[in-house]
């Protein structure tokens, strides 16, 4: 059983342009969560999503961001216009309906040059 | 959320136990302690969680006060991969299904060989 998939790994973008983060949840997992770590920072959560629905946004930045998760395929963070501010560490984990603890990703590294 | 307090750092010699504390005076009757890590690089791992009673699993033990406001976090034998930071979190147990976590600054301890 394949453990929480983030991809890329690391992705650098120029400033403007936009970023694409996919999650792919453990199997059987319905429920995902995106946090944002700055360098030297803790953990921040942004976004916790269901299958095609947005349960808690209340993390998520008010321009620029935004995140799904569909019915087929991974969830995505999008992040339209990047800023040298973006750089950063983003985590996506997930957890089954009964679950009680999370699973994280190893992250996708984002460096805004 | 309630708030965890934990000290910044920690050094510990190898293959010693290693007591982490953590204060969470505010803590509800329904708030579940979980602790979580992040080795460096990789994403948060799920360590140990507990609502009342002490527990043990295969990565460490945790001891909660019989009051519930302080909670301690056991390594029996430190090994250097250990070397994390180490993240004491409250769950609100009502909200079943829902893991969005607040992370706080946590411990990062540090093994010395």
């Known amino acids: 059983n394949a453990g929480v998939m983030q991809n890329p790994r690391h992705l650098v973008r120029r400033r403007g342009q936009e970023a694409r983060l996919r999650c792919s949840p453990m199997k059987g997992h319905s429920h995902v969560y995106w946090y944002r770590q700055l360098p030297e920072e803790g953990l921040k959560f942004m976004v916790y999503l269901q299958k095609e629905n947005i349960i808690d946004e209340s993390g998520m930045p008010k321009e620029r961001f935004s995140a799904e998760f569909p019915k087929e395929g991974p969830s995505i963070l999008r992040i339209q216009q990047v800023v040298r501010g973006d750089s950063a560490a983003y985590f996506c984990?997930?957890?089954?309906?009964?679950?009680?603890?999370?699973?994280f990703g190893q992250g996708t590294r984002l460096t805004v040059v | 959320d309630a708030k965890t307090t934990q000290p910044n750092s920690m050094e510990s010699n190898e293959e010693e136990p290693v007591h982490l504390p953590c204060n969470h005076s505010t803590i509800s009757g329904t708030d579940y302690i979980h602790w979580y890590r992040q080795l460096p690089s990789q994403g948060p791992e799920y360590v140990i969680h507990g609502l009342t009673s002490n527990v043990n699993n295969r990565m460490a033990s945790l001891a909660i006060a019989e009051d519930r406001k302080s909670s301690t976090l056991i390594l029996h034998r430190a090994t250097l991969r250990d070397a994390a930071v180490y993240y004491c979190i409250l769950r609100d147990g009502s909200n079943f299904g829902n893991e969005k976590l607040t992370f706080g600054t946590g411990t990062r301890l540090t093994i010395i060989p």
């Open positions: 984990a997930s957890s089954p309906t009964q679950g009680l603890w999370a699973f």
